[in-house]
């Protein structure tokens, strides 16, 4: 975290639009740098509180082999910075995998920009940010392995969140403040994390109740 008022952030991605548009989209970040890949971003690296990353990355029209996906996130992670996908991939197992991979977060392209803010926000205070489809899944994996160990209230609060209800009405259901809501839902978020870094593929094929080789993407 930087002394800036606006978190610092460097945005990979192969899209000329989303490059050149994000920092207009999103004024409340700082984009200190923009890049087309990760090899790109490593040959002249810039400092930074998130890098937004592009979750499938192919290129300016080249055939040559890219890190992308888990290898682009192990990458960075390796270099010490921390990593927000940015994509339209909602498979739950795949963003599952990503966050195993180090990702400390994920935001849709079609989410509001306050949610990416938030995201970039929460990561850089060194919190998890995990979309809808995510906190399905943490609802999905505590029912079905029970070393993922949520507390009631913890439960409750991905319970309601899984099914789209809003802050203010989660905390008025539970009697407690929006911020104590918040951090029940972020404790849960973190539970998560550490589950999927401690577990094998296979592991989470077999919570998700998928068959074996139903990873498909390679580690």
Same mark, same amino acid.
């Given at each position: 975290m930087t002394g800036s008022d606006r978190p610092r952030v460097v945005v990979i991605d192969d899209s000329t639009v989303i490059r050149g548009g994000f920092a207009? *989209?999103?004024?409340? =970040?700082?984009?200190? @740098?923009?890049?087309?890949?990760?090899?790109e971003f490593e040959a002249a690296p810039v400092d930074c509180d998130v *890098?937004?990353?592009? =979750?499938?990355?192919? @290129?300016p029209g080249s055939t040559a082999a890219i890190k992308q996906g888990r290898s682009a996130i192990r990458t960075l992670r390796d270099l010490g910075f921390a990593v927000c996908l940015y994509t339209d991939e909602r498979r739950p197992l795949v963003l599952a995998l990503c966050l195993r991979a180090g990702a400390a977060g994920v935001v849709h392209k079609s989410d509001p920009t306050e949610v990416a803010v938030s995201a970039v926000r929460d990561i850089m205070m060194g919190r998890v940010a995990i979309t809808q489809s995510?906190?399905?899944l943490t609802e999905l994996l505590d029912r079905r392995d029970i070393r993922f160990d949520l507390s009631p209230r913890q439960r409750q609060v991905i319970s309601a969140r899984a099914r789209g209800r809003h802050w203010f009405d989660i905390a008025a259901t539970l009697f407690v403040s929006e911020?104590?809501?918040?951090?029940?839902?972020?404790a849960a978020c973190q539970k998560l994390r550490t589950y999927l870094q401690h577990v094998s593929p296979g592991d989470i094929e077999r919570a998700m109740g998928l068959g074996p080789g139903d990873v498909l993407q390679e580690e």
């Open positions: 207009t *989209v999103h004024p409340e =970040l700082e984009v200190c @740098g923009a890049f087309v890949d990760v090899e *890098v937004v990353l592009d =979750l499938l990355l192919r @290129g995510l906190v399905g911020d104590t809501a918040r951090e029940h839902y972020q």
